[in-house]
């Protein structure tokens, strides 16, 4: 792999970084929340 190899998608690997660490933080938030409404 080059430096100058571009993902195949979303166009830099900023973008996809950024999709990636929004995604998990909404299955985290997404859980967190299925936790306290079953623990209520």
């Known amino acids: ?3 100058d190899e ?3 998608f979303l166009r830099t690997w900023r973008r996809i970084y950024s ?3 929004l995604y998990l933080a909404a299955v985290i938030a ?3 929340w299925f936790t306290w409404s079953w623990n209520r």
Do not use: E, G
Request: proline fraction near 17%; charged fraction near 10%.
């Open 19 to 21: 999709a990636v660490v």
């Open 6 to 8: 571009r993902p195949p």
């Open 1 to 3: 792999m080059t430096q």
């Open 30 to 32: 997404l859980f967190s």
